[in-house]
């Protein structure tokens, strides 16, 4: 069975990995955010960032969050620079999804060790956007 997004999901989980090599643990959240994105250009992705999102409920528009970063238009990415994923950001990132017409989202950790979440949400689940 195919993964959702495969084509983009594989290079986003090594283009992190690379990332994290070579900066390591301890910056801000926005340097990682902008290595991200200078890798992601390299390597073919395209990777805009803090994308304004309008969060619905019942048809309304109640809210608008940024996403970190939204790649080839089709995923979702929530990073953090902490030394764990906490339940807390799965929840962050398992909203956006519910709240958004993007099925598939990653939770990235530049921690001390690098760690990620890969997250669906179908569509079909929420009736889409």
Do not use: W
Request: aromatic content about 12%; overall charge positive; some cysteine.
């Amino acid at each position: 069975m195919e993964l959702k997004c495969a084509e983009t999901t594989g290079p986003l989980i090594d283009l992190f990995f690379s990332v994290h090599r070579t900066l390591g643990f301890g910056f801000l959240e926005c340097v990682y955010s902008k290595a991200m994105m200078i890798a992601g250009k390299k390597t073919g992705l395209d990777i805009r960032s803090e994308v304004p999102i309008n969060v619905y409920f019942e048809s309304s528009v109640i809210g608008q969050f940024k996403a970190d970063l939204i790649v080839n238009n089709s995923v979702v990415v929530e990073l953090k620079a902490c030394r764990a994923i906490d339940p807390e950001h799965e929840a962050q990132l398992l909203n956006y999804l519910k709240t958004t017409s993007y099925e598939v989202g990653f939770l990235f950790n530049f921690g001390p060790t690098a760690r990620y979440k890969r997250m669906v949400f179908d569509n079909v689940r929420k009736g889409q956007r």
